[in-house]
């Protein structure tokens, strides 16, 4: 009984934090004006992948194994994030290129004339010193590991 409730407890996790970090991604791009440099767009990916996973959980047997690579995928979400936030506060180098969000609808080469440009070395927002980079990495390592336990628990274990 304990561990089916951990289990749904992970199943739960796995899919609200990617729900919850990619809403935050769109909503801090289409809101706030935020536009996603290449590796913003990196971190997201394994979020939608995760997203995915956890859906497939609640209706596709082996429920556990897709929990798993829903936790496992948003670890490498965190892991992208670590990189990325050392981009930029200069502990590495990242990118030597530099790309574009095109917007519009019009015609597509004058949305991409007009996109803003979007470097990955440059904190467009952060909070406490922290950017979203930063954020990603904690929320989603931090995240994805607690799936993982979860997962793991046995019964009589102790939260």
């Known amino acids: 009984m304990a561990r089916l409730a951990s289990e749904r407890q992970a199943q739960i996790l796995a899919l609200l934090l990617p729900v919850g970090l990619l809403g935050g991604a769109y909503i801090s791009q289409y809101v706030f004006?935020?536009?996603?440099?290449e590796m913003c767009w990196w971190q997201r990916y394994p979020h939608f992948a995760a997203l995915a996973f956890a859906l497939l959980s609640f209706v596709a047997p082996p429920r556990r194994i897709w929990i798993a690579l829903a936790g496992l995928a948003i670890i490498v979400s965190?892991?992208?994030g670590a990189y990325h936030a050392g981009v930029?506060?200069?502990w590495w180098q990242g990118l030597t290129a530099c790309?574009?969000?095109a917007l519009g609808d019009?015609?597509?080469l004058d949305a991409i004339m007009n996109a803003p440009l979007i470097r990955c070395d440059e904190v467009q927002w952060s909070l406490f010193g922290i950017s979203m980079a930063g954020y990603n990495f904690l929320l989603s390592t931090f995240g994805g590991l607690a799936v993982l336990w979860l997962l793991g628990r046995r019964k009589g274990d102790a939260l």
Request: charged residues 10%; contains cysteine; aromatic residues 12%.
């Open 78 to 80: 965190g892991l992208i």
């Open 88 to 90: 930029e506060y200069g």
């Open 106 to 108: 019009g015609d597509p």
């Open 33 to 37: 004006g935020l536009y996603p440099c």
């Open 99 to 101: 790309s574009v969000t």
